[in-house]
T-cell receptor, first 111, second 107 residues
Framework: DVKVTQSSRYLVKRTGEKVFLECVQDMDHENMFWYRQDPGLGLRLIYFSYDVKMKEKGDIPEGYSVSREKKERFSLILESASTNQTSMYLC??????????FGSGTQLSVL | RKEVEQDPGPFNVPEGATVAFNCTYSNSASQSFFWYRQDCRKEPKLLMSVYSSGNEDGRFTAQLNRASQYISLLIRDSKLSDSATYLCVLRDYKLSFGAGTTVTVRA
């Protein structure tokens, strides 16, 4: 069974801190995605990657960056966390044009 | 206008009832359509794909209307375990998610 693992289930950070959210998948999927989910807004795509060292901006990339140095790992970076980045962050992976497999999410609170 | 719009609900229905809801989309170039299910505090999981001719998976029926740009999901003989949020998802070069429709099935 596919496993997408996010490093933390809950995270509390202070405004201005640099935050790293890690995601690892074990099924050799080409595609990896970072979403955030907020009440009433659904899932919004932050960044995605179709291959190692490749990245594409999603719908809301401002304030975020990503890194994909290895196929199995896709990291989301908040360079300087702000309170409006408090959210549930979901990582997902897939083969091309196939269904998404999600990690269990990281609930980030920025104080 | 949002790319994908859903009635947030909640739809509160008794066990055994039929419940149906729609999702409208604005991008006519959308190629593929899906319903995902998300339980409270859990990650979304694929429920079913939606095909042009309509398709069933047990008690679940999905329909696509390209002319009017909406997809629908119908749940027959509702079970308590059907209580969840149902996310409408579209694919063109990326996946776009609706905000979800919450269904609560009561005993």
């Amino acid at each position: 069974d596919v496993k997408v693992t996010q490093s933390s289930r809950y995270l509390v950070k202070r405004t201005g801190e640099k935050v790293f959210l890690e995601c690892v998948q074990d099924m050799d999927h080409e595609n990896m995605f970072w979403y955030r989910q907020d009440p009433g807004l659904g899932l919004r795509l932050i960044y995605f990657s179709y291959d190692v060292k490749m990245k594409e901006k999603g719908d809301i990339p401002e304030g975020y960056s990503v890194s994909r140095e290895k196929k199995e790992r896709f990291s989301l970076i908040l360079e300087s966390a702000s309170t409006n980045q408090t959210s549930m962050y979901l990582c997902a992976s897939s083969r091309n044009n196939e269904k998404l497999f999600f990690g269990s999410g990281t609930q980030l609170s920025v104080l | 206008r949002k790319e994908v719009e859903q009635d947030p609900g909640p739809f509160n229905v008794p066990e055994g009832a039929t419940v149906a809801f729609n999702c409208t989309y604005s991008n006519s170039a959308s190629q593929s359509f899906f319903w995902y299910r998300q339980d409270c505090r859990k990650e979304p999981k694929l429920l079913m794909s939606v095909y042009s001719s309509g398709n069933e998976d047990g008690r679940f029926t999905a329909q696509l209307n390209r002319a009017s740009q909406y997809i629908s999901l119908l749940i027959r003989d509702s079970k308590l375990s059907d209580s969840a949020t149902y996310l409408c998802v579209l694919r063109d070069y990326k996946l776009s998610f609706g905000a979800g429709t919450t269904v609560t099935v009561r005993a």
